[in-house]
């Protein structure tokens, strides 16, 4: 009986090994073969203005200047042409959402917050995979008065 147990043992232990070194294995080459060759592209999105809204007002505005990266020039075409889509998307996902909790030390944005918030929106208008990642290439923000 603990022959046997030791057998069962070995065996699981060998197996589950060379199971889980295939599936490591295979999502390295799936990705090796979705980096385009040439440099990357970029898509100028264009700015736009934000509230920041405080308890009652809007306390400050927030320019933010954003650009796409994506892998070809086919790509980047079809996003030029969902660039207003894109713009009105950023819109509705940060309209509301920026205030108080969003402002780091009294006064800073928290940009890494709104990037999130710009992917998600990226990914409902040009589905997941299109767009590679996106920049904010600038963030002024200015006091409301």
Do not use: C
Not at 75 to 103: H, P
Request: charged letters at 25%.
């Amino acid at each position: 009986m603990l022959v046997l147990a030791l057998l069962l043992l070995v065996g699981a232990g060998v197996g589950g090994y060379v199971f889980l070194v295939r599936k490591e294995g295979q999502p390295k080459v799936e990705e090796e073969k979705k980096k385009p060759a040439g440099p990357p592209q970029f898509v100028d999105i264009g700015p736009f203005v934000l509230p920041v809204m405080g308890d009652k007002q809007i306390e400050q505005n927030l320019l933010l200047q954003v650009q796409l990266q994506v892998a070809s020039d086919e790509v980047k075409e079809t996003v030029k042409a969902q660039r207003y889509r894109l713009q009105n998307a950023y819109i509705e996902a940060l309209y509301g959402k920026l205030g108080k909790q969003q402002i780091k030390s009294g006064q800073v944005i928290d940009v890494v917050q709104v990037r999130r918030w710009l992917i998600e929106a990226t990914n409902k208008v040009m589905g997941d995979g299109v767009v590679d990642d996106v920049l904010i290439q600038a963030a002024n923000q200015h006091p409301a008065y």
